[in-house]
């Protein structure tokens, strides 16, 4: 059995730790929130929190983060208390299919927690999620907006 604490709850799975932390948070817990995009950390549609790292759970061994903070984007905020980026996709309207959007929050929130107001530089060098539909002006437009304006300038 590993322990894991996926959104402040722990959980006692039996699984293989060399299982993907994805398919343990999609399969085993029933959190599914977080996506399966590629299966090799490129698109990171996949991303997590690990304690305070963004990570990527689909080539993330659930054994290498037993007993460590895991947050997926169930627990980033609340439809009664959206967490600020949140907020901004709404009214920046970021989405198109949707699918990319679970990681890019959680990339980005995770980006946030060491760089409170990013340039587009920051988040170009930072933030590898690929979005298919092509959102990034208005990925950006809701950083700054989230960040009280940071994100515009270069």
Wanted: hydrophobic residues 35%; negative net charge.
């Amino acid at each position: 059995m590993i322990s894991l604490t996926i959104n402040g709850l722990t959980h006692e799975v039996d699984v293989p730790s060399e299982m993907p932390l994805l398919w343990v948070i999609r399969d085993v817990v029933g959190l599914t929130g977080t996506k399966f995009g590629c299966g090799v950390a490129q698109c990171g549609c996949c991303t997590v929190h690990v304690g305070d790292d963004a990570v990527r759970s689909c080539v993330t061994s659930v054994g290498s983060v037993a007993g460590k903070s895991i947050t997926t984007i169930e627990a980033l905020g609340t439809p009664e208390q959206p967490h600020a980026l949140q907020q901004a996709w709404v009214e920046e309207e970021v989405p198109q299919c949707g699918y990319c959007q679970s990681g890019q929050l959680m990339a980005i929130s995770g980006l946030l927690k060491t760089n409170a107001h990013p340039t587009n530089d920051d988040l170009a060098q930072s933030i590898t999620n690929i979005c298919r539909c092509g959102t990034y002006d208005r990925i950006r437009k809701a950083v700054a907006r989230a960040t009280g304006g940071g994100g515009q300038q270069s």
